[in-house]
Nanobody, 123 residues
Framework: QVQLVESGGGLVQAGGSLRLSCAAS????????IGWFRQAPGKEREFVATISGSGTQTYYANGMRGRFTVARDNDKSTAYLEIDKLQPEDTGVYYCAASRIYPVAGIPHYAYWGQGTQVTVSS
């Protein structure tokens, strides 16, 4: 079992950048591939990216590679999602989640979720 806590969200102007963090506790962090998802107001939660347990492999949803960068530091039991050139369409709640399988994009494959962190991009 692993517990996840996201942080780093906030209000940012379009064109800016944010780095979201996902701090884990519980089980050995490196055993868990981590996925990032987001949910815009009124929309379904969507997959953004995932990173393998070792951190050596990453996989991005179509259209996400480039402005989104996923990383992790297993020594700190923390995963990161950096978002560059933020756009108002990036507004939403961002979640990290842990899965036993890599790479997977489907929500049912993720067993543990954080509470989410709000990202709001102003134009």
């Amino acid at each position: 079992q692993v517990q996840l806590v996201e942080s780093g969200g906030g209000l940012v102007q379009a064109g800016g950048s944010l780095r979201l963090s996902c701090a884990a506790s519980g089980d050995t962090f490196s055993r868990w591939p981590i996925g990032w998802f987001r949910q815009a107001p009124g929309k379904e939660r969507e997959f953004v990216a995932t990173i393998s347990g070792s951190g050596t492999q990453t996989y991005y949803a179509n259209g996400m590679r480039g402005r989104f960068t996923v990383a992790r530091d297993n020594d700190k039991s923390t995963a990161y999602l950096e978002i560059d050139k933020l756009q108002p369409e990036d507004t939403g709640v961002y979640y990290c989640a842990a899965s036993r399988i890599y790479p997977v994009a489907g929500i049912p494959h993720y067993a543990y979720w954080g509470q989410g962190t709000q990202v709001t991009v102003s134009s």
